[in-house]
T-cell receptor, first 109, second 116 residues
Framework: GQNIDQPTEMTATEGAIVQINCTYQ??????LFWYQQHAGEAPTFLSY??LDGLEEKGRFSSFLSRSKGYSYLLLKELQMKDSASYLC??????????WGAGTKLIIKP | GAVVSQHPSRVICKSGTSVKIECRSL??????MFWYRQFPKKSLMLMAT?????????EQGVEKDKFLINHASLTLSTLTVTSAHPEDSSFYIC????????????FGDGTRLSIL
């Protein structure tokens, strides 16, 4: 079956760096997305990786290893507003998006 | 770019009422639109996928006669919850993708539906 695994919850300190891991098992693979979702709001698109390697976008970076079925989202210089759920989603061979349950990130001052 | 507008943002109504939710892509043509449901502290649950001009594809367990989806144009899709009951209370979110092989889904702000 198809499956996405990511930690349920993580805690980090303001100003620090945090890495949110995601492993996936899908029927075929056409890329991996990361979304941010604040409580009570809809998700917003953060990144898309389809090739191996690191994609950097400001304070956020996303990494992909297709051979390992693994991705991570790296958040630097954490701010209180980064407290949110981070959703990992993989695109399978039918271009269907398989969603993870999300990682709730708690930022402490 | 890639703005999706969803309306209304909140609905409170009596049991038995039908509720229509609109999803519009404001600055791009949405070849595919998606409707999700999300319960508190849970992940997104895909309800259906709709392509402009064709019938929606519903996920297993989602009643198509209960949740009517219309995707009449490249910028508008609607979800109608017919004869809503308290168990239909939830956060409903639409998303849309543009043309091209792989496009991220861009989400509307969601509609919080409360059925009394």
């Amino acid at each position: 079956g198809q499956n996405i695994d990511q930690p349920t919850e993580m805690t980090a300190t303001e100003g620090a760096i945090v890495q949110i891991n995601c492993t996936y098992q899908t029927s075929g693979f056409n890329g991996l997305f990361w979304y941010q979702q604040h409580a009570g709001e809809a998700p917003t698109f953060l990144s898309y990786n389809v090739l191996d390697g690191l994609e950097e976008k400001g304070r956020f970076s996303s990494f992909l290893s297709r051979s390992k079925g693994y991705s991570y989202l790296l958040l630097k210089e954490l701010q209180m507003k980064d407290s949110a759920s981070y959703l990992c989603a993989a695109l399978d061979s039918n271009y269907q998006l398989i969603w993870g349950a999300g990682t709730k990130l708690i930022i402490k001052p | 770019g890639a703005v999706v507008s969803q309306h209304p943002s909140r609905v409170i109504c009596k049991s038995g009422t039908s509720v229509k939710i609109e999803c519009r892509s404001l600055d791009f043509q949405a070849t595919t639109m998606f409707w999700y449901r999300q319960f508190p502290k849970k992940s997104l649950m895909l309800m259906a996928t709709s392509n402009e001009g064709s019938k929606a594809t519903y996920e297993q367990g989602v009643e198509k006669d209960k949740f009517l989806i219309n995707h009449a144009s490249l910028t508008l899709s609607t979800l109608t919850v017919t004869s809503a009951h308290p168990e239909d209370s939830s956060f409903y979110i639409c998303s849309a993708t543009g043309t091209g092989e792989v496009q991220p889904q861009h989400f509307g702000d969601g509609t919080r539906l409360s059925i009394l």
